[in-house]
């Protein structure tokens, strides 16, 4: 943008460095070397001492949030910054057009000089400057996606070979991503065993200290079993040796996507005899565990929060108890309503996302070919979003898994009840109750204790999967 005829008092200076840079080591890109050049920018052009923004190891191009970039829009916004320079060309600060688009109308209504290091400054007051300025984004995104494209057919190659493509230490390989790790390797196999024994991926992972979602991607991982799968296309064995079996990756995938079903044995985890695993939670979002309790000699189970305050504990016995007479009562209500009108509400929801995305993607082809004004664009992608938030805030929640007699059982109150006693004939297992309970039940909410005592029903809150 061309110098407006107030020089800028409070400029801020825009420094980036996408994480492959650093590890490739482009010098004149270095953060040090753009704030140098951004500061030398200012001072020929007579601006005050500029407040520096900083995104060390952040991609522009990958749309993830860029913390100290999300502070300097913060900052133009509410006044605190009217000026702005980059240590290296444009792109440092935008690499999208879609981000580009999103920031013409703020800079064009606050007259904001935007000058780079190596670049011409741009005047987002004008059409041609709006114009170059997009222009100069989409060559940017257009680079970015060819270096893409390039890495992705090169990634291809190698796995059509069964090689290691490269990249970050997959868990339970050493660097070459070929070598079992020695540690690593044997932590997978003695989980997978212990989650094929019935015992929960949580508890394995506070054991060992593995974040629990690299312990199950790593766990039903193709490379675990030796497979070579890139992008989704499976090219057959890889070059490594595998750490699990097919056969046991199976039993672990199994137990993991329906863990009522994992077997249990006597002396191993007795988180499957808990039925409401899983489906406690506090009023404030935190996950209700099954926990022995020896504080009164004789051990009983109870359901508590592991972490922040104050602690919520309830005893297992009474909770389960209230929460399947609950189920009863309300089933012998809504048994006439229960054929399922989900399938159609999702595809009704769906159906209105995918029209919505067609419309942003028409509205995005439209601003490319010049078709729509920027200032038209803006205010018709705005409705566009809003009714995209709304139409996904609609969507059901997922249902759970649920054997098919059992989903007939759930027809007849009477029996189900029966069947729930442990002393009958046919009793249901603690796994196939906690099966019925899901298919009904969202989540269950407990608030904290308001008094000592005994067990209190005005705690307990349930969030009904349907009406």
């Known amino acids: 943008m061309h110098q407006t005829s107030t020089t800028p008092r409070k400029p ?20 040090d070397r753009q704030e140098s050049n951004g500061r030398q920018l200012g001072d020929r052009l007579g601006w005050g001492e500029p407040v520096v923004y900083v995104d060390d190891g952040h ?49 064009r209504r606050l007259e904001l000089p935007v000058f780079a290091a190596w670049e011409a400054p741009l005047d987002c007051r004008t059409a041609a400057g709006r114009k170059q300025a997009i222009d100069m984004a989409n060559a940017a995104e257009f680079e970015s996606s060819r270096k893409s494209e390039r890495t992705q057919d090169a990634k291809a190659q190698r796995a059509e070979m ?33 989650v094929i024994d019935g015992r929960s991926l949580n508890s394995i992972a506070v054991e060992t200290g593995i974040n629990r979602r690299t312990l199950h991607r790593a766990l039903l991982s193709p490379r675990v079993r030796g497979r070579r799968v890139h992008r ?4 057959g064995p890889a070059a490594w040796e595998p750490i699990l079996t097919e056969a046991t990756q199976q039993q672990v995938r199994v137990a993991l996507a329906h863990p009522a079903r994992a077997p249990f044995r006597s002396g191993t985890s007795n ?11 506090s009023t404030d979002g ?13 051990p009983q189970r109870r359901y508590k929060t592991m972490e922040g305050k104050p602690g919520i504990s309830v005893t297992a016995v009474p909770l389960e108890r209230f929460v399947s007479e609950s189920l009863f009562a309300w089933l012998e209500r809504h048994v006439e309503a229960l054929p399922d009108t989900r399938a159609a509400e999702v595809a009704e929801v769906e159906a209105e996302i995918a029209l919505l995305r067609a419309k942003l993607a028409k509205l995005k082809a439209l601003l490319r070919s010049e078709s729509i004004d920027l200032d038209d664009y803006v205010a018709e992608k705005a409705k566009v979003d809003a009714g995209l938030r709304a139409a996904e805030a609609r969507m059901p929640p997922p249902e759970p898994i649920v054997e098919a007699d059992l989903v007939d059982l759930s027809r007849n109150p009477a029996e189900l009840r029966r069947r729930w006693d442990p002393s009958a004939d046919d009793a249901l297992t603690v796994v196939e109750q906690r099966q019925i309970l899901r298919q009904h039940i969202h989540r269950v909410l407990i608030t904290p204790a308001a008094t000592l005592g005994g067990f209190d029903t005005q705690r307990v809150s349930i969030d009904w999967r349907t009406a």
């Open 232 to 235: 989704g296309e499976d090219f």
């Open 286 to 298: 935190r996950k209700l565990w099954s926990r022995p309790d020896h504080r009164h000699g004789t």
């Open 12 to 31: 801020g200076l825009y420094c980036r460095l996408s994480k492959k840079e650093k590890t490739r080591g482009h010098e004149h890109l270095t953060i």
């Open 162 to 194: 069964g090689t290691f493509s490269g990249g970050q230490r997959p868990f339970g390989f050493m660097d070459d991503g070929f070598t079992h790790h020695p540690t690593e390797a044997a932590l997978l196999q003695r989980a997978a065993a212990e």
């Open 59 to 107: 991609s522009a191009w990958s749309g993830a949030r860029r913390p100290d970039f999300d502070r300097l829009i913060a900052d133009v916004e509410s006044g605190a910054i009217d000026g702005i320079l980059v240590g290296a060309g444009h792109d440092r600060l935008v690499r999208l057009v879609e981000e580009t688009v999103r920031l013409m109308p703020l800079f």
């Open 271 to 281: 988180k499957l005899a808990n039925p409401l695993l899983g489906l406690l939670w």
